[in-house]
């Protein structure tokens, strides 16, 4: 019998997957536009396909965010208010300073217990929720100014508009790859140590003991001594 | 800078009549369409039609008139040609996001269909606002300067049909020199305003310009500018492909060297155990303010 | 498309054909590239010397005539083409389709009983064989052998109700030329415009109307020269111009007239050149008067609104009989008519110009009334302004300076067209600028082929080669058309042979020396011969007289004066045929928004006719250049030629007097119409009939001096003997002269001589023995076009001599008969007889106007015509107080069935407008793009305003005066772009005494916002 720990609603789980999968979809549908040697290869009728799905791909992930915002606002304020701007205590800190000898040599450095969200996972976390807010609304921008459907006229706007949006979508990109290819690296436990977490976003959202303990320990520690969310499972 | 055996388009306004013949030349030889319904073209209150460029135009000539106070020539009405000016300093083969736009031979910026993926970096970036989007192949079009026409040695469509001998084609020095020519016999007729532009305007036109009334009266900018606002693109694009690579490779790196580890699956009181006093005490702190939250509840 | 290398180039593997431009009346050359059968590309010649390669916006888009490109991007054939005859039976509201064989069996039947049953055979005792119940219009758009056989076709089947395009155009040109200069035409060609120092360019827009002249205008003001734009509106030729000067519409006369004062008071004209190559010298009737009271010359019939021209004559020195033992010894060969011949009345001269009769003290007493002041508030001109015209292009006066003139509607549309185009002519004259390089009258005409056809007569009263068509009242029999007809003197002695040869072609074997030639079959015209031209023709087809018409490419439902009033004569006829390449107003007049289908029971024949690169023939252009179209792609579905339609139908009738007879079928079936090789009709063989051939040998004609009027030669128009003459290839265009590309230009004046072939004699420059002065030499050594050479006593021509240079191989030293087509062999500033409405041009209002005649004591020209049909309705200026005047932009071309038709010129042009002043603008509440009303008695149209800077108020009179200046290209047909209204609902349906021509250019309207 193993204990679980209930870590991620079945609202945040639909939303986070909607949304990984459409912004990995912006991001390749995004790199197409970026990189002119894919026009090159493949005819820009290719690009422009990919353009296009670029902008529906975009509606689920601008909408599912926004509606789990209606249903549960009180999950949106906790994951701006802890998740993201959450305090950094001297733990968090520590796991951050040992974080990356810790990717490389996990064997050896040992991280400190965290609490529900790690400080270093806030900042990338919180970098791709709010990379992903400035990309949809730069990227708004510039879909209105080529013009809502194909064939419409596009939105006169002023050239700094144009030029932040460009800006803002282009650094946006940047992070977002940075940050969402350790994400997933993490997230989908790729990497040894956190082998199995993809079920928390994937799967049912709950979390073994073993695995809350090795992470989040004093969240851990905490729930299961006030059994929140807690269930007792066949393993 | 252009290059001394580049060509140009030399537009004499000083001798258009406005009669569009240049702009049908154009579809002819391309076989651009014009609207095929009943009364769709409206009116536009001017000889000016259509009032701009668009995915099927890539010329149109400019009307604008203002009176001159001599009564013996009462208006100065300047008959101009949009379309584009082939710069030296193209802002749309900089900003192209498909490598369609390109510098072809003699100066002339030329594109490549196939290539051009429809996201219209190069009308916004473009000074002249030339570029357009053709909703229909979801592709940009504008002026090739009839490259397919200069191949065979001939002369660009417009060109040829243009009866008063306003436009011209030929090396561009060559133009310069005569639209410089031209300007001073303007001058002395009393065009005081008379000009040539683009001799080296965004680092040389490739469409030298006799403006009678000077260059404003046409629309034309005064010293333009590429407008800015993709330079982001020439910084972030390399800096995300190297990003990107170094984070995968970081992240290769990182996956090999933890490919062997493997960790025991403990309950949380025996994780404990591993942890300093201090973290120890902190956990427990906050179970119990925890519990106590709770049993207020 | 241009931009990818990918795709292979446009002109891969095609193949070209050179033709000729459709539109106006410039001739520019272009080449169709075609492969498989199919046009791929349309573009500009770049040898033709006229155009070089240029093309207007309408040139430039012939190929939407035939094909259009689709959104995609994809070529298609233009929908709107007519692809197969249909018919539109009594009381139908709809089109059906209909065999041709069945169209021409049905046709041929309608004309024959139409015929029986309106023939007349006498009329006051005269045979005059005449079929009153059939009209016909059009011919400009035809190829120039087509043109021809609309006359012969319409003739031959008894109708003298014929005209075309020249009618509503430019018939005042020769009207006023002709009894000035001897011919018709525009004196010079395209090429030459550039040799002028002053180009003034007086109701002309020509840049817009005939773009390739602005290449030539500007060329001469790029080499110095200045170019004068007067016109009511400020355009786009006159954005180009030196200087420019705003008249008010239908002022031009007063404007001349102040310009002849202006030369003639300040010892500005030419004297050399005046007092021997004009008849200035020349003595006049002492009973001559002009009356400023009556604004009459004497002779004048307040009843008829006649003159009775006998004051006008000359007084006469000596009289001379024709030797018909020398020179006129043709007269008496075998073969050739007897007829009374005419006596030489010399007139008497003063070389000083003194006698105050002579022609020169007449006019300066005459024009003396011109002053500046009076000038200037006449036309609305400020009068600096004014002056400055008149001190620069009376500078052309000077022996070494040359001037040109330019003109064409904004002169020829008026109740007094035809003096306008005299007073240009004589201005000309006055300045020694006729017939030397840079100089002319040149008159700029307007349809592609309105040169050929008017050339070849198409219309009421003229035949071929301008001669004069036979009226009942003078010219019964063949012997008074001879006697009265044939000059004196000069090269119209050789009137015979012009006659009997195009009898010969018409009536073929059956023309013999004793039926006359056949004279008697043809139909004669009545007394009131004007009556037989386009304006009454509606009327009478309204009030139920003429029952049938051919309507050969022209579009009256649109075109005419009171449009209205010719679309209500429509609807009664019994039957109508309109050979067209698209719908128009006309075929369809019965879809006009309100018309009640049901009750018309006119029966509509639609053909569809090929265009001009979809069959062969040749054109004329305004510089009388004569050019071969070749034959690009096939017609278009089941269209054809209008040779072939033409040719189909009249031989029907024939077929069917010859089997059933009816009213003298002989006038029918004598007629010769042998126009086919290898039994198809044939372009090639009707031009053989046009140059002419010998009947005995069957040899082409090679110079007009192979004309005889003995029967020997038959020619269809005797100034074409020499376009199409080589017996080597007879049906190949390529070896005929027509057809001649050679580029180069000795002279260096842009005389091209062997390029294609102008008539006559492939002149150039007409009267070109006023381009040297009375020893032979150039006025100007720069503009040497030829001169006498004393040491080998002959003439150097770079052009054809229009004069008699050589005689028996030896050279003809210089005399002064420079103009040998008027028997006197000088020109006429004051003309004895041709003109209707007095020897000198004298200033009235247009028929409407908002003001008095401030210059004589006669509102408005006291001869004009067809002004009480009741559908007149002549407005009132205090009701219509705006001045309207209509033309054309360069975007579209007159009733717009070509243009409209073209997405290319509608997307550069989509809509109708009007153009008017801020200031009328601002009286009336319009902004510019609003819909407005214009209205008068006759109609209305509702159409868009442009307000502009470029119209202002004229002040006359001290008094501001709108103008509304009224492009006339919309109506209700049109695939890709029409409107309800159609502008010429409100033009007055009056006409010029000398020319017919109706006043489209200043008329009243109102205007207000709808
Ligand atoms: N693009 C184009 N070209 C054409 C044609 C066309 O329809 N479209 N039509 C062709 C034909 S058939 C013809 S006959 C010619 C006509 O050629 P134009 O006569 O040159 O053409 P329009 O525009 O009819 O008239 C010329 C000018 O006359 C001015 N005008 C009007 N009234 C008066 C007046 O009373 N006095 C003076 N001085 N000027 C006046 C008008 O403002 C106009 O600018 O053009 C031919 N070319
Ligand atoms: N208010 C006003 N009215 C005017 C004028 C004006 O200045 N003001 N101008 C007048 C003048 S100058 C003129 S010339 C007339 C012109 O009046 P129209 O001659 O009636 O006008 P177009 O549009 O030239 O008509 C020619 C027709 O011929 C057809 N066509 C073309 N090619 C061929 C062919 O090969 N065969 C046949 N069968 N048909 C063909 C065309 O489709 C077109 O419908 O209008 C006159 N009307
Ligand atoms: C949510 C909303 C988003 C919208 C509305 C949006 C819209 C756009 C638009 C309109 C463009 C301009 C190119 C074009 O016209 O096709 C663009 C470019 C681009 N987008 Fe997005 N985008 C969004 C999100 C994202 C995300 C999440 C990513 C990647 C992670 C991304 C990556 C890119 C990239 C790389 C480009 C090319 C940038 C450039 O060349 O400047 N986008 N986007
Ligand atoms: C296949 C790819 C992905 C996988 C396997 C994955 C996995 C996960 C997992 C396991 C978590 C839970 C972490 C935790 O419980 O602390 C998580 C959280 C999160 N992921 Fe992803 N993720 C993926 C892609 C993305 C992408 C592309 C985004 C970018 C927009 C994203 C944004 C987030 C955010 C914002 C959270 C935090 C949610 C919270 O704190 O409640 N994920 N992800
Ligand atoms: S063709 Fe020549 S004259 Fe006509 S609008 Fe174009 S540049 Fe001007
Ligand atoms: S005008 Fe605009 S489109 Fe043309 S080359 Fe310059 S930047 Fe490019
Ligand atoms: S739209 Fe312009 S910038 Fe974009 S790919 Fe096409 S040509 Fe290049
Ligand atoms: S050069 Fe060719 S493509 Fe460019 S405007 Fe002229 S005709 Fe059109
Ligand atoms: S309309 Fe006149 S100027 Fe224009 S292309 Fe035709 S012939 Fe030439
Ligand atoms: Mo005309």
Known sequence: MTRYIQRHSRLARVTHGVAAVSCIFLALTGVAVFTPAISEALGGTFVYWMRMLHRIAAVPFILFPLIALVRSPKGAAHLFKNNIFGKWDKDDWEFARKFVPYLFNPQKVHMPPQHEVKGAQRMADGGLVIMGILMALSGLVMWAEAGWIPGSTGIAMSASLIWAAHIIHDIGFLVIIVFGLGHIYLGAGIFQPYKGTANLMWGDGKVSEADAAYHWGYWANTRLGTGEGVTTEKK | ?297 | AADTAKKPYKLVSTQEFTNICCYCAGGCGVICSVRNGELVNLEGDPDHPVNKGGLCPKGATMFNLRNVVTPDRKVKHNESRLLKPQVRRPGSDKWEDISWEDAFNEIARHVKKTRDENFVEYEDGVLVNRNDGMASIGAAQLQTEEAWLVQKFCRSLGSVQIDNQTRPCHSSTPAGFAPTFGRGSMTSHWCDIENADVVMSIGSNSVESHPLSSRYIERAQRKGGTWIVVDPRYTRSAAQADLYACIRPGTDIAFFGGMMNYILSNNLWQDEYVKNYTNAPCLINPDFKFDPESGHFTGYNPDTHKYDDETWSYQTASDREWDTKGAMNWVTKPGVPKFKYPTVHEPKKDMTLQDPNCVFQIMKRHYSRYTLDKVSSVTGIDKEVLEKVYQVYTSTGKRERVGTILYALGETQHTFGSQNCRSMAVIQLLLGNVGVPGGGVNALRGEPNVQGSTDIAATSDGLPGYLNYPRQDKHAKLADWLAKETYADGYYTNKPKFMVSILKEWYGENATVENDYGYDWMPKLPHEYRDASMIPTWNRMRDGKVKGYFVWGMNPAHFAPNASNARRGLAKLDWMVVSDIVPTETSDFWKEPGFDVKSCKTEIYRLPAALIYERPGSIVNSGRMLQWREQAVPPLGQAKWDLEMMSEIFTRVQDLYRKEGGKCPEAVTKVNWDYKVDGKWSMERVARALNGYNTVTGKFLKTYGDLQADGTSACGCWIYVGYWNNDDAPLDHTKQPVYRRGTEDPSGLGVFPNWAWVWPANRRILYNRGAADMKGQPWNPKRDLLHWDEKAQKWVCYDVPDFVAAKDGKGVPPNNKAFMMTWEQYSRLFPNHGMADGPLPEHYEPWESPVKNQINGSQNNPCAIYTNDPSVKRADPDKFPIVATTYSVVEHWQAGGQTRNCPWLVEISPRPFVEMSEELAKEKGIKNKDLVRVWNNRGEVRVQAMVTKRLKPVMVDGKPHHILGCPHHFSFIGRYASDRWTMNDLTPNVGDPNSQIPEYRGFLVNVEKA
């Open chain 2, 1 to 297: 800078m252009a290059k001394p055996n580049d060509v140009a388009i030399y537009f004499d306004s000083s001798l258009c009549t406005g009669c569009k013949g240049c702009q049908v030349a154009c579809k002819q030889w391309n076989e651009l369409p014009a609207p095929l319904g009943h009364n769709v073209t409206e009116f536009s209150g001017s000889l000016q039609s259509p009032m701009d460029l668009n995915g099927d135009t890539r010329l149109i000539q400019t009307f604008h008139e203002e009176e001159s106070g001599n009564k013996f020539q009462p208006i100065n009405w300047a008959i101009g040609r949009r379309s584009c000016m082939h710069c030296t300093d193209a802002a749309c083969v900089e900003v192209c996001s498909s490598h369609a736009l390109f510098h072809d031979k003699n100066g002339i910026v030329n594109f490549d269909t196939e290539k051009c993926n429809g996201c219209q970096y190069c009308r916004t970036a473009c000074p002249f606002d030339v570029p357009r989007f053709r909703p229909g192949d979801h592709k940009i079009d504008k002026c090739t300067a009839c490259m397919d026409r200069l191949e065979k040695g001939g002369i660009p469509a417009c060109v040829k049909t243009c009866q008063p001998e306003a436009l011209r084609f030929g090396n561009r020095d060559e133009m310069i020199a005569k639209a410089k020519a031209r300007v001073e016999v303007l001058k002395a007729k009393g065009f005081s305003k008379a000009e040539v532009y683009g001799e080296t305007e965004m680092g040389g036109l490739h469409v030298i310009y006799v403006c009678k009334h000077g260059h404003e009266a046409y629309g034309l900018p005064t010293n333009p500018q590429k407008k800015a606002v993709y330079d982001s693109h020439k910084l972030f694009r390399p800096l995300g492909g190297i990003a990107a690579a170094a984070t995968v490779a970081g992240l290769a790196l990182s996956w090999i060297s933890a490919r062997k580890y493997h960790r025991d699956d403990l309950t949380i009181d025996e994780a404990k155990k591993t942890w300093t006093p201090e973290q120890q005490a902190k956990a427990d702190a906050e179970l119990k303010a925890a519990l106590e939250e709770k049993e207020e509840k």
